[in-house]
């Protein structure tokens, strides 16, 4: 390889920089996924023993280097369990940003589409969130994009059936035993109620969104779907995707979002605030 400098008795060549760069991005992402929740403080302390070990390492402290060898060893797979979710949040994140995770990839995808190969029909959702808003009935509708969700979908009743604003009022009346929980909706039907979702663990959540806007963003920071919720307590509509709420929004603002979440199409008119929770 040529040789670019020299820093003492360091030899610098192309690769080397090409590969500091690679350590630089990847820490960097880390960063971004684990910032705002316990893990960062669990891995800047994994981070601080994994260099003292390196330092010790190369003084030729043997006893100290076989101790906190060990250590790492253990703590690797300590760091698997621990950072289960933030694995899987780093993973999706590299995979939303190849070229095969791309949108336009996804654009001709089955689950993007209804039994009659039609792009889903967005307006018995926006009629039924003007209803259930207006009744400040809570409700949580979550759109299924490149994965069906099935872990998700199996963790409540699944229904599997054409979807509909009076279905989904029933859905969310506060009186109906399938009310508690999330409607998955994938293949342009209702594929479960009362499903189960992943609630986030993030710190920069207002305190004025309970759990239900937790298990939204909590879906969105580990999956690519995008969750409508209505809020019980406020009556406001908001679409979460990526762990970033759209609050407050109005009819049009929410059809021109959903247009431009789930098929690309992009909005016309955006009044709401955004809050970003991942
Ligand atoms: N992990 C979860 N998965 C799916 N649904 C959930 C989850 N956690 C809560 N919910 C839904 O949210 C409802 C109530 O949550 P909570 O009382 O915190 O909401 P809230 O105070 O009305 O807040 P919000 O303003 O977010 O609607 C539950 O009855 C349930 O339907």
New binding site residues.
């Given amino acids: 390889m040529t040789l670019l400098f020299t820093i003492g008795f360091l030899d610098i060549d192309w690769l080397d920089v090409v590969d500091v760069l690679l350590v630089t991005i990847l820490l960097y992402q880390l960063y971004k996924v684990l910032t705002g929740s316990v893990a960062l403080k669990i891995f800047v302390g994994f981070l601080s023993i994994y260099l003292l070990y390196l330092v010790v390492k190369a003084l030729g402290m043997e006893l100290l280097t076989i101790i906190l060898g060990q250590f790492m060893g253990v703590g690797v797979l300590a760091a698997i369990i621990l950072f289960q979710q933030e694995i899987r949040r780093f993973l999706l994140m590299i995979g939303k940003t190849t070229a095969f995770d791309n949108d336009k990839f996804f654009k001709g995808f089955p689950w993007r589409k209804n039994d009659n190969g039609n792009r889903l029909n967005l307006t018995p959702f926006i009629e039924a969130a003007k209803s259930l808003a207006g009744k400040n009935t ?1 409700a ?1 509708i979550v759109f299924a994009l490149s994965s069906e969700l099935k872990m998700y979908a199996e963790s409540g009743d699944l229904i599997d059936a054409v979807i509909s604003k009076r279905l989904l009022l029933s859905i969310f009346n506060k009186n109906s035993p399938l ?4 409607v998955i909706i994938a293949d342009g039907r209702i594929k479960a109620a009362r ?5 986030t663990d993030s710190k920069d959540v207002p305190a ?8 939204a963003i ?1 879906l969105t920071e580990v999956t690519d779907s995008v969750v409508l ?1 209505v ?4 009556g406001q509509i908001s679409l979460v995707r990526n762990g970033q709420v759209f609050r407050n929004l109005a009819a049009a603002d929410l059809r021109s979002r959903l247009n431009h979440f789930l098929f690309d199409i992009e909005p016309k008119v955006h009044t709401e605030k955004s809050v970003s929770a991942a």
């Fill in positions: 809570g949580l009310h508690d929980g999330a499903c189960i979702l992943p609630v004025s969104m309970g759990l239900r806007h937790r298990a909590g919720v809020s019980e307590e406020t």
